[in-house]
Structures are given as C-alpha cells and as structure tokens.
C-alpha cells in the first residue's frame, strides 16, 4: 500500500525568503503526485502535479516540485514566498493502474511573517 | 472552480442521532469521494463512488454509509453519530481514474456533542 510522509508539520519563512516543502513517498508501483493547498477555513485546491515525463513540474502561484524517484520525495519549492501563500499544503500520491484513491501526507502549514 | 457544493456547510448533533451530509455536482464527473479532515491525520478517504450505485470503501469507513442514487449527488451517512466522529468532511470529484485529480468541495464542519 501506498504512504506519504510530510516531515515538517510547521515551517516558518520570513516574506521573500525561499521555502522547501519536503514530501517522501512509498509505494511497490509508479506513481502520480500532486500537491494541494488549504487556505483557512476553505477546500482543497491543486497546486501541480506529477503524471510523467520531465521531472521538474511547475505549478500555479510560482510554486514548483521536483520528481526524485531514486528518492522517492516530492520536494515543493518556491523562490520568493509572499504573505499570501500563508495555508497548509498536502502532498498526495496515486498508484498507476491501482485505481482511483488518493492518499495524503499529514500536511505542512506555511507560516509566512514579515 | 469544479461545480461542487456540500450542504450543510456546519451541523452539531447529539450522540447517538444520524446525520447525512450531501456533496453534489455539476461536472458530470463518474468519481465522487468523501474524506474527513482531522489534525495530524491530513485528509482519510471513508467511502468513494466509481458510478451511479457503485461504491466502494476507504481508509476509515466504520461507522459511515454512503449512497449514490444519481451522477450528481453523493450522500454520507452516520447511523449513529459519535464524538470521534466530530471532524470536517470533504467531498471530492474526479472525471478520470488514471491520473486521478481529484477536485474538493468547501467541506462541512460536522460536531457530535
């Protein structure tokens, strides 16, 4: 079965400081990732996703993630982080041909601070 | 934003009532799921729907049924509402199973007194 670990449940950033999520995987198959985000009080939105192909994958909002199979992580980046993308973002993964269950790490809230 | 809309958006019931929270649709999409949201857990699937009639279960679906009677709504049930059932419930759609984006409604922030 499939796992997702999130490691750090809070990350604190000054504005315009870059920031790295960190997302690890496990599964025995391929698999598609995605990253979602939660503002307060609001659902989940999609950030990016990992189908195939290149493995640097960019996102809305100037976010990005990079594909480590040999790593098994899923890596969310951002060069310059603003006020605004203060929320709590998931990392979620689905196996290839297993169906169509997502399964999601425990999430990671951003703290943004002036 | 995907058509989704869950109703009630906020409910606080008693032990021991059954409640029912409806996630209904617009997209015409095959694939409706429910999760509940809890601190430290992130988002676990109860039940999911693959078509009309079709369901199947999830990580956490003890205690919760589901029915799917049309494309456009998905109903979740607790027979018997308890406080560990006290969480935020998300509906979520998707129109393909291979890559699976899934797409979420507002959530409904259920309490069991």
């Known amino acids: 079965a499939q796992s997702v670990t999130q490691l750090d449940s809070q990350v604190p950033v000054f504005e315009e400081a870059p920031v790295e999520l960190r997302c690890n995987y496990s599964?025995?198959?391929?698999?598609?990732l995605f990253w979602y985000v939660q503002y307060p009080n609001q659902g989940l939105q999609l950030l990016l996703k990992?189908?195939?192909?290149?493995?640097l994958v960019k996102g809305i909002n100037g976010f990005e993630a990079e594909f480590n199979k040999s790593q098994t992580s899923f890596h969310l980046r951002k060069p310059s982080v603003h006020i605004s993308d203060t929320a709590e973002y998931f990392c979620a993964v689905s196996e290839r041909g297993g169906g169509n269950k997502l399964t999601f790490g425990t999430g990671t809230q951003l703290k943004v601070e002036l | 934003d995907a058509g989704i809309t869950q109703s009630p958006r906020h409910k606080v019931t008693e032990t021991g009532t059954p409640v029912t929270l409806r996630c209904h649709q617009t997209e015409n999409h095959r694939y409706m799921y429910w999760y509940r949201q809890d601190p430290g857990h992130g988002l676990r699937l109860i039940h999911y729907?693959?078509?009309?009639?079709?369901?199947d279960k999830g990580e956490v679906s003890d205690g919760y049924s589901v029915s799917r009677s049309k494309t456009e709504d998905f109903l979740l049930t607790l027979e018997s509402a308890t406080s560990s059932q006290t969480s935020v419930y998300f509906c979520?759609?998707?129109?393909?199973?291979?890559?699976?984006?899934?797409?979420f409604g507002p959530g409904t922030r259920l309490t069991v007194l």
């Open positions: 599964s025995s198959v391929s698999v598609y």
């Open positions: 990992y189908l195939s192909g290149s493995t």
């Open positions: 729907s693959y078509g009309v009639k079709d369901t």
């Open positions: 979520a759609i998707s129109g393909t199973a291979t890559y699976n984006e899934q797409f």
